[in-house]
């Protein structure tokens, strides 16, 4: 079992920045290809970034020259740097794990609120 806690959202201007958070506990992040998805009001969850155990990246590309994924497995968490803000990024973002073996085996963290004023 994987518990992810999602942190680092808010109020900010378009233009900005912010950086979340999702600090996993319960197993050994190491394991697991992790995401950020995001679902802004009215519209389907999406895919904004993921990364492999090894660190390969991808990236939505909406989002593509503005925001980083990265991970400190040794700190069992993931982070998503928001650059260029945009008011079309606002949404909860929720952070996704799943099990490099068995990928049936998948968590959502609780959400974070990004919003992006014009």
């Known amino acids: 079992q994987v518990q992810l806690v999602e942190s680092g959202g808010g109020l900010v201007q378009a233009g900005g920045s912010l950086r979340l958070s999702c600090a996993a506990s319960?197993?050994?992040?190491?394991?697991?290809?992790m995401a950020w998805h995001r679902q802004a009001p009215g519209k389907q969850r999406e895919l904004v970034a993921s990364?492999?155990?090894?660190?390969?990246?991808n990236y939505a590309d909406s989002v593509k020259g503005r925001f980083t994924i990265s991970r400190d497995n040794g700190k069992n968490t993931v982070y998503l740097q928001m650059n260029s803000l945009r008011p079309e990024d606002t949404g909860v973002y929720y952070c996704?794990?799943?099990?490099?073996?068995?990928?049936?085996?998948?968590?959502w963290g609780q959400g974070t609120q990004v919003t992006v004023s014009s």
């Open positions: 990364i492999t155990s090894s660190g390969a990246t």
């Open positions: 996704f794990a799943q099990h490099n073996i068995i990928v049936s085996s998948n968590y």
């Open positions: 319960g197993s050994i992040l190491s394991r697991y290809r």
